[in-house]
């Protein structure tokens, strides 16, 4: 059955999570829409919930893909392919719209046509860490608008299908593969349009290794996608200076907002820690690059402390 909106969600072991998105998708005021999960190889008993409400509804369908194949362009692009909807959202299994209306809102962003993809505003879950709420709370804040630059992040972003369908996600970038697609959209013509009233939690409860592999290859991806800009040459070729620039401006941010944050981690160490942590991945990513192999073992699947 077609339906208007179609959404895609990646999974690898989000049981719990899925326990408390699932029902607030359900309880969205739209609901002409389609969930697509894509499974690869969970085994906390994320299969199971998705079965329990697959059985019960006639518009969530769950797709695989095997472990040793993932990346996160190949898994959205076999998600989107399965999808009837002429708009396709994004939506990390660990992003929780804040209210019933979000979907509804991301479709209307969609009324002026010259919008090809929209991406949502994500505020920190209570259980984020302090200094990575910091990070969300640059990236996602002021109004509603159509911006001039390239920027999206597919934790809660929408496209129509005819923008996926001119160039696809990149399936070997190592992330980032919302901003490279933006990128080409743009130079297609389209408009990328933030929508701060499509509100989502993130929530990112990661250890210190995870958020340093995950710096690692968001910076290598970045590199990747502007090898050929002058700019981006200037950063490598300078990398240390800005990435020591850039910890000392973020842990200087988050001592200064610490007393007044009500997320965890907030003491001196762990923002020191995290900080850390993000600009050596974001140093080793854009001085090294890995091959495929350790690409797949480290970064999309990091071992826990």
């Not at 505003?121 to 002021?142: D, L, R, Y």
């Amino acid at each position: 059955m077609s339906k208007e909106v179609s959404i895609v969600i990646r999974c690898l072991n989000e049981n719990k999570n899925l326990k408390v998105l699932i029902p607030l998708l359900l309880n969205q005021t739209v609901n002409d829409f389609e969930i697509v999960f894509v499974d690869s190889g969970s085994d906390d008993g994320t299969l199971e919930t998705i079965s329990y409400y697959l059985n019960q509804y006639n518009n969530i369908f769950l797709h695989h893909i095997n472990k040793n194949e993932f990346t996160f362009g190949k898994s959205l692009n076999i998600g989107f392919a399965e999808t009837s909807g002429e708009i396709i959202v994004s939506l990390s299994a660990h992003c929780f719209p804040k209210n019933n209306e979000w979907l509804k809102n991301i479709i209307n962003s969609f009324s002026n046509q010259d919008i090809g993809i929209v991406y949502g505003c994500q505020s920190p879950h209570p259980e984020t860490m302090h200094s990575e709420s910091s990070v969300q709370k640059t990236w996602f804040s002021g109004e509603s608008k159509i911006i001039s630059g390239v920027f999206l992040n597919n934790g809660n972003a929408a496209y129509r299908k005819k923008v996926w369908q001119e160039n696809k996600f990149d399936e070997k970038l190592t992330g980032l593969e919302d901003v490279e697609l933006g990128n080409k959209a743009k130079m297609n013509g389209w408009e990328i349009y933030y929508c701060a009233e499509a509100d989502v939690e993130h929530l990112h409860r990661e250890n210190y290794k995870t958020i340093l592999n995950r710096y690692r290859r968001e910076s290598e991806a970045m590199k990747n996608i502007n090898k050929n800009f002058k700019s981006d040459g200037e950063v490598i070729k300078n990398t240390l200076f800005y990435c020591f620039k850039g910890f000392l401006r973020g842990v200087k941010y988050d001592i200064k907002t610490s007393k007044a944050s009500l997320q965890p981690n907030s003491d001196i160490i762990s923002i020191l820690r995290y900080r850390f942590s993000q600009y050596l991945g974001t140093y080793r990513g854009y001085k090294n690059d890995m091959n495929k192999n350790k690409m797949t073992d480290l970064y999309f699947y990091p071992p826990k402390i």
